[in-house]
């Protein structure tokens, strides 16, 4: 018999074919998830928070890409025990009421989350050691309003400088404050501050060395967060919260939660990269409707021809003070980042 197969005989082959499991379009339901909020993310580890117990997870594999940040609201199925060792797998995230975000700088077309859910963002800066940096309020202002997020402008250190300086740039704009001092006579006992917090949950942003770990670790006496010092040669402070991490924001009685605050690392720099200029106005409705007559591709900044809100302030309809604070914040936007 000869070794050679005939044209007759490779027309008639059929190849062997693979088993395989016949492929489904049907996804898991995970009827018997349970819901569970991030509370701090470490190198691809997640700690949530469900029914009162921490829980470790890890991402399960279906969600790919999709990236899972502190606040987020999510499903988890597996060993939710919170026993030690045990580790328990996110399968779904929730869609998200807010989602705060930066970018490492202007031209960086990558966004960062930072917080998801948050209701407020509390702007942290020191009145003094540090001194303030109205360029980084801005623009976290903007995020703010970007987000949908109500600020808050908490000034610290209210020992060392007086903030009526700081404050009259940001009453025209509206923006709710808190002035706090920790040290020396007078010092606060927070409680306008903690006012502003309760039935939140809420942000911490600012440059290091402000003292946002300060006012959490008064805030939270069990949160021990790590507290830096400011460089006597720089002026900058250190970064001492690596990442950032939910709180419950204690009541009076022991297992009551006010609220919750979100601690997070010291930035040096705010990118908006992500904000549309044009969409800044729409956060301040009594000036967005004096814009409705605005030529195409208006901008609403300061060189802009026939701007409606030029035509407001010329008649008597805008304040002047208040137009030019929106006009800082827009300009914030296309200044370059620190």
Known sequence: ????????????????????????????????????????????RFTLLI????????????LGRKGVVVGDRVRVVGDVTGDDGSLARIVEVRERETTLRRTADDDDPVERVIVANAGQLVVVTALADP?????LIDRALVAAYDAGMQPLLCLTKADLADPETLLGTYRSLGVPWVVTQLKGPGASDLSELRERLTGRTSVLVGSS???????????????????????????????TST???????????????????????GIRSFGLAHVQPEHLIEAFPDLDEMTEDCPRGCT???????????????NGTADPERVMSFRRLLAARSEPAY
């Open 209 to 239: 060395g402000v003292g946002k770990s300060t006012l959490v670790n008064a805030l939270v006496p069990t949160a021990l967060r790590d507290v830096g010092h400011v460089n006597a040669v720089t002026g900058r402070g250190r970064h």
């Open 1 to 44: 018999m000869s070794g050679r197969y005939s044209d007759q005989d490779v027309e008639h082959y059929d190849r062997p074919r693979r088993r395989t499991r016949p492929r489904t379009k049907e996804r898991p339901t995970y009827d018997d998830a349970v819901d569970g909020v991030v509370v701090t993310v470490d190198r691809g």
């Open 51 to 62: 029914d009162g117990r921490t829980v470790m997870a890890m991402k399960a594999r279906p």
């Open 243 to 265: 990442s950032a991490y939910m709180l419950a924001l204690p009541g009076p009685e022991d297992g009551q939660s006010l609220g919750w605050i979100v601690d997070t690392p």
């Open 300 to 314: 609403h900044g300061t060189d802009e021809p026939e701007c409606g809100l030029d035509e407001a302030v010329a």
């Open 131 to 135: 001194e303030p940096q109205p360029r």
